[in-house]
């Protein structure tokens, strides 16, 4: 889990609007992409210094600029004063444990949301927070670290037939969440395949290891729920906006995503009340072997303590005990232990003990 | 449980509106039939292409066009093109995943649904997504295969005195998700008839069986939540909405299925607290059959060990053990044992354990 | 319990509107029974076919019409011709699987209860469906079978200085409903009862039996809830009403159901939480009787599982072994044996054993 | 627990506005109190007669009446006809099973609320119904029995400077529910030393009694939350209320009564949780018991068991047994029994048991 | 635990807006600090009396009054003489049970608040009632005692840079309020380490210990929980507020600590959640310990009850006992024994016990 519940703290007491990094310090570099694209032109390089900036302000075509990296807050510092960004939500894209949020200004949009990967070879979900100021003719990125995750759109971008190269920067927006989004849904076939493994596991063989795990992905469910959930509100603030910034036509593309929202979160309902069943089973099948333990031990016990104790009889040393004389008595004991036995294990047959 | 908990993962990183078939793929082919009536006439025939669909725009009857199979995206797209539907509608009809769902355009309604139907021999609910376009004169039904599902709304159209055949689309349109709606009450007999007969199993036999069926059961009732709790949502819209598609006096009758769907879910409540009460007997009984084991093994070990002690001392080889010289010693001595066992099961018949 | 889970799905396939008796079939004729009455008159008398209705309509009279019985569909089906009453408000008199609601029609009210009775030997609820229709100086009650349901209304219409007698079709239809809702009161004081003797029970000597009478008890609450719940919304749709045929200040006596029924749900939530804390209560109380058993097992064996060891050292059949020549050396192992039980009782006695 | 869950079956089937008292009858007399105030005069007598109310309609003095006792319904009758109340006002002041709640006519307000009231010596509430009429210069307020509830109110009504002098009817009214709201509170110190002293008990030496004093707390807060919880929406109604009788100012006051009602219903959620949390501790604390004593047991038995064997194996009457003539044999086998026993003890020393 | 559940009762009976101190009394003597300040000066002094005052009503400066310690009654009346506030405030801030709430008057706005702190060598979280008057260019604080709880705010007010000095008294009052929130996120990391410790000690060594943290956390989350969640509905009614005291730019400042405290009530949900699944695990520990003691258990006596009763039969005393002449009996006996052994320690190796 590398999205701690703990916060801000590491800030507290600092003057509201401080420009600190807040949250786990990746080493990379910071790395600025800028990619200036309309319908017929496509230019992307990697600029140093923010000052390189303005010129494509003037222009027609819609300029979406990446930031990798937040340990440089002067970057952050000089587009605020550039664009003039509130001072808090400059704050907030420094501080990777926001809530992913929507905040509407006169000139420019703010969106906080979440992106996850999966490491491949263990479950264990990476949260990255990823901040969005939707300008006119202008989107800004800014994430924690340098990833492969908006490569897909690199792509499409790229193909000078898609859609995108045709529309603004608000339908940038809708495809940046989009990818963001898509990826929940490919965390729904890990989880499936880690549910049934472990239904496999529980009706098969449970161990104390399948507890573990069965409260390794309620843990994750619980943070994940932290990442989606506000997304449903999120978006729906997203459509009933009433800001020049998005067109109508965009809207309807949200309200796509905002399906698929629910649908995810959904699903992780579904899996927490599976969770919740197999905790039911496993706590039963622990109680379920204590019971076959107690049947063996009381099957042996119940069997070989009498006869033990008609042995002691015999092994006693009275002066007089007839029995002991006679010629039959050895070997008629011996019927005896083994009537009894016969008869106990019956009466365990018919309990359906063994 | 044929409906995957995941979803659109398989075509995460595509634009969207890119039209890919997404979820389990039917080996059927597609079929498409076209149902043309009105009070008087009623045509049925089953096309190629969809190009024999635009002769039917200019009549005054009724055209319901049902496609069976979603694997020849071309179809789909066809239409799409020809009736001017939105590339997200045509994304989400050929999604099987999707949530049910209403959606409001200027000129056409977009209803999804989930039809359900049960494995014969286990208890098996099979989903089939079923999508609705409803336009001015014309139905559209996306079914996943070809199956039974209509027979009835067929047969009733042969009856040309059937209130439907003087009625609209949006009339046709209210008896398809009535027909698909009746399936989930069938569906309830099922359950009524299992739960019955585990609660008997519960009483007379639990064994870990049947505690995979009660988990079996909850973890369809998890899954079938999730198709018809929308649904509650999705009928108050189309109540709610003022489309001139959609005729005042129909909507009574969308409020009668809304008055099922709430039956349905107010079923499916109580099954889920059933089960959960029997869960809660499970456990109960399990630990009721392992005190019954400890007391059987509790009443052996108590009445034979001291038995045993007391054999053992006498078989002790001590020089000067007076008790062992005396005649009646050894009799004696089973009137002590018989004693000891009879003070002893008195004891435990006083407990009531025997 | 009398109501099953289970509902319209005889009639799945039926087309809407088609008149059929859904529900268990009662075997009783179908008996009418037409009241007419105003301040000064009161008429009463059964007839035998619809026909004979009309000439009430045209009087000053209140005309209660009361329906037992709804085997013979054809009566439903001429009241509903006769006074224009809305084909699917048919079926759901028939359909004797309705869930309680309240049906706003221009010239009509429908309004569906569940009534309940107690068979009064056992705890088993039984439910009968009441259908009533409030038209201008009209109410017709349809009831599924004849019983003594509406005995005191009858002897109070009998009363020509009751209220009742001074007032319209509105108040008639208050005072059945009324009427009805006193017999989820009169239940609270069974379930107070039954509630009672199981806590003593859990107290004194839980067994199996009082986890299935839980469990009962559990179970018609769930069902008891399904009819009592819509009531609460049934009533408050009715006072929000604007239908002339609702006088305003009878809407005042409606409110007075109103607040009856949510005490009802409230004493109904209770009970509820009362049972699931006697749940706790059972399990506890057999995980202490599982301890019990387990003590009175460890002390038996703990005390004598030494001393017979002891014994059979002494058994031992070894050429040189000193002890078994001291004169004093059987009495003093015996010192032994009751030094060790006394040191053993003592210490299971500072466990609070015994 | 005095306030029974049951309710009005006791008068199911008389017609609804009948005056029968209904609830538990306290054996007695009626007592009318009337206190006429205003800024500069107060009297108090008791009067035997409704009739003689109507001088004080008159004046401009606040009059204050108090019925203790609900036995006489002719005085109930009485007030009602002569001040106009609507007979189910009067039919719910006589049942004291009502609800709490606000209910506003044209010219009185009326008010339920439970006044509550403790038991020195054992943990058991006892509730008292209160009425309260608030009519222009008037107020009633009907009481089950006569108690000391209002003895506050008096003294501070005696002070001719306090505020209460120099106010309305209204305010009356609000130092009314202010003195019963404050019984809720001093109920919390109960609660509170309660669940601390049954959670040292828990810790300490859990018992069957523990959990049932767990359950009693538990059935206590329950009945306690339904006095409690719709005073919530009372006071809301009391605030939003647009009489002429409750003046602006005095609203002020009641939003005081709401915040408490509010700290007192969150503290009792919290209870709620905390008793949950004991249940769950109790549970375990008994399994942690059984498992201590199956540890004992396991100690005695593994370590005396391998050791009567091996007594037993020379025990044996073989002829041939070579080490029973061995002269250092039997100290030999002390030397055994002696090493085995170390050993397990070692071996249950590493694993924590002793 | 500082903050006790129980509340007002120490004054009930008291005339509601009576001047006394509810709470633990903190013995130390009041300290009022006054710091005046706008963008270029900045004054701090401590008075002794409310009357010194009254000048800096004049000035056009901020002026902040901190009041440490509420003993002194008389000092709270006579702010409230001299700034016309409301009996019920100033009864409200001398009792320090009060819930977080927003109140509005025409002249001034009251905050209460909890500031939180923690003892730093245990985990005991102590609350302090902060209560805020916001005037027009004056803010009062009122606190239970003198602390460091304001430092960061005074070392920020000494920097004349600082964007504080240039802002209103509505600014302040926002600084104040993050400054208390800021403590929640530092509560975060405390119980982030606490959990992530008692994860470990559940997974290695559990013990009843660990059950009492488990619920001293739960404890601690429910009184946290009462402090937290009505900040939510008091931020919100701070945003909704159209007081002129207000500036619009300031409210989007407490739009900020309205996430801070959704952020903190979304981890403390988490936290609740984790606790519970912690609990799960705690009792499947104890299943499993309990179970591993039985398997011990059945090992030892299953494999030593059969050898104890062969070797029994052999020192039987009968007078023929063919075996016991044989000159191999003893040493066969042996390769009996060991057989049974190797035979049942394979049989429960198979079962994976040992």
């Known amino acids: 889990m590398s999205e701690s519940l703990s916060s801000a703290s590491e800030k507290s007491g600092l003057p509201p609007g401080s420009l ?60 605020g004063q550039h664009f003039d960004i509130h001072a808090l939500v400059l704050e907030d894209i420094l501080n990777t444990h926001q809530r992913p949020k929507f905040e509407e200004f006169d000139d420019y ?23 969005l100021l939707l300008l006119d003719k202008f989107v800004f990125t800014f994430k924690e670290k340098p990833d492969a995750l908006f490569d897909p759109i690199f792509s499409r971008l790229n193909n000078d037939k898609s859609h995108l190269r045709n529309l603004g920067a608000d339908y940038l927006t809708y495809i940046i969440m989009d990818t963001i989004v898509d990826e929940y849904f490919s965390l729904q076939d890990t989880f499936d395949e880690l549910i049934e493994s472990v239904e496999d596991e529980l009706l098969n063989n449970p161990s104390a290891q ?43 593309y949200f309200r796509d995503i905002y399906d698929h929202v629910i649908r995810v979160s959904e699903a992780m309902e579904s899996y927490r009340d599976l969770i919740a069943g197999m905790l039911d089973i496993y706590l039963s099948s622990v109680s379920n072997k204590m019971n076959e333990t107690m049947k063996i031990l009381t099957v042996f016990a119940s069997i ?19 029995e002991l004389q006679w010629k039959w008595g050895y070997p008629a004991l011996w019927g005896v232990f083994i009537g009894v036995s016969v008869f106990l294990l019956r009466f365990f047959k018919k309990k359906k003990w063994i």
Chains 1, 2, 3, 4, 5 share one sequence.
């Open 20 to 79: 600190v990094h807040v949250g786990e310090v990746h080493k990379h570099e910071h790395k600025i992409t800028v990619i200036d694209y309309n319908k017929s032109t496509l230019t992307r390089r990697t600029i140093k210094n923010i000052e390189e900036l303005p010129p494509y302000q003037t222009t027609d075509t819609v300029t979406w600029v990446i930031i990798d990296g937040l340990k440089d807050v002067s970057i952050i510092d000089a587009i």
């Open 109 to 131: 949009l703010y969106i906080v949301i979440k992106a996850i990967s999966l490491a491949a070879d263990e479950f264990n979900i990476e949260y990255e927070q990823v901040s």
């Open 210 to 252: 399948t507890l573990n795990t069965i409260q390794k992905i309620k843990r994750e469910l619980i943070f994940l729920r932290r990442s989606v959930s506000p997304l449903r509100e999120l978006l729906a603030a997203v459509q009933r906006s009433e800001s020049p910034l998005l067109n109508e036509k965009t809207k309807r």
């Open 304 to 322: 070989f303590i009498p006869l033990t104790f008609i042995a002691g009889v015999y092994g006693m040393n009275f002066a007089y005990m007839p």
